[in-house]
């Protein structure tokens, strides 16, 4: 590995620069990257060892839980757990917030995940992601851990990333400052820098959303659609529509190349009117990094790392993606008020 940083050099340096720095954060994230090798490993095999398919249960979103999805919650609450620096975490797949069980040390840090995303993929061989959100407590250390220590608004997370299981493995975080890409070696199994200080284009050439739900849509999200398929926007040309159906392959592609990703509130469904992501462990954290990239994230009028969360599993109407491109959706919806 002639002159490649690792992510754990990375950090390292980085934590260096920290005045007071106490290695705590470096510690959470070391079983962040164990428990992402851990997963892929697993991902890679899906087809050879019994993994694919669904568990039998439903979980709290309402979705029938994947053998995968399952798998992946696990491992990360098992390995985090053991960081000795959380006080708390929040998944995707559980109901409540998850304790970190009696017996192991704890810390500041609070982390919140989504195990995988894209489960609708899994079973096809496709894309699919494990996404996380970290925060540090609010509350005296000496007093129980509050509600509201978990429930910040996005602009309090100190740090924000995905692991996207694809034709390679990479894992693409961010501390605020910048977006840092790192991609798997398998032969040597260290995530490499490979995509320093990632730069979201100011405007890009692709919309994604599933637009087989347009007939739901609210008119500006309608108007919105319109406006990247039509020749009237600023490149004179129809976007290209790609929709992979995973947020993190979807909104990892956008991120290199440039674009926007929509999931708009769905008026079908009385309990989604404001869409299928949720803004803890989906939003935010992407969110997060779009900004560091240099673009934005919107849910239609206020930026969605200001939304103060009320419930654990809140969802979000979601536009992400390069600046202009979003700025644009801001617009229009500014129209309908
Ligand atoms: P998850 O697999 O973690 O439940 O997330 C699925 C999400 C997200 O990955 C994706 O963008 C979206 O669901 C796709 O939803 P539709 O199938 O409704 O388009
Ligand atoms: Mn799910
Ligand atoms: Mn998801
Ligand atoms: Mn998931």
Redesign the pocket.
């Known amino acids: 590995m002639p002159q490649q940083v690792t992510v754990t050099e990375h950090i390292i340096l980085h934590q260096n620069m920290v005045p007071k720095a106490t290695g705590q954060f470096t510690r959470l994230f070391n079983e962040i990257v164990l428990s992402a090798k851990i997963i892929s490993r697993q991902v890679n095999k899906a087809g050879l060892v019994d993994v694919l398919g669904f568990t039998g249960d439903t979980n709290v979103?309402g979705?029938e839980v994947?053998k995968l999805?399952e798998y992946a919650n696990r491992i990360l609450i098992h390995r985090l757990a053991r960081s000795g620096v959380l006080c708390a975490m929040a998944s995707?797949e559980n109901a409540d917030i998850i304790e970190i069980p009696h017996g192991l040390p704890q810390g500041g840090y609070i982390i919140i995940f989504?195990?995988?995303?894209?489960?609708?993929?899994i079973d096809v061989n496709v894309n699919?992601?494990t996404?996380f959100s970290i925060y540090r407590r609010v509350s005296p250390s000496s007093e129980p851990l509050m509600t509201s220590d978990v429930l910040q608004p996005g602009v309090e997370q100190v740090a924000a990333g995905y692991i996207l299981y694809g034709s390679s493995t990479m894992l693409v975080f961010t501390t605020g400052t910048g977006v840092h890409g790192f991609t798997l070696d398998p032969g040597v199994g260290e995530f490499l820098l490979s995509h320093p200080n990632i730069r979201i284009p100011e405007q890009g050439k692709i919309y994604s959303?599933?637009e087989?739900?347009s007939q739901y849509w609210d008119e500006p999200t309608r108007e919105v659609v319109n406006y990247f398929k039509s020749s009237e926007n600023n490149h004179k040309k129809p976007y290209s529509a790609r929709?992979?159906?995973?947020?993190?392959?979807?909104f990892h592609r956008n991120l290199l190349y440039g674009g926007i990703?929509l999931?708009p509130a769905d008026l079908r469904d009385p309990k989604k009117p404001a869409g299928?992501?949720?803004l803890l462990?989906?939003a935010n954290p992407m969110a997060m990094l779009v900004e560091q990239a240099g673009g934005m994230a919107i849910d239609g009028h206020k930026r969605i790392l200001e939304i103060d969360p009320d419930h654990l599993h809140q969802r979000v109407p979601l536009f992400i993606g390069s600046r202009d491109d979003v700025k644009k959706v801001q617009q229009i919806y500014a129209k309908y008020n």
């Open positions: 979103q979705e994947k999805d995707e989504d195990p995988l995303d894209g489960s609708s993929n699919i992601g996404i959303v599933n087989g739900y929709y992979i159906g995973s947020l993190v392959a979807d990703f999931y299928k992501l949720r462990c989906e």
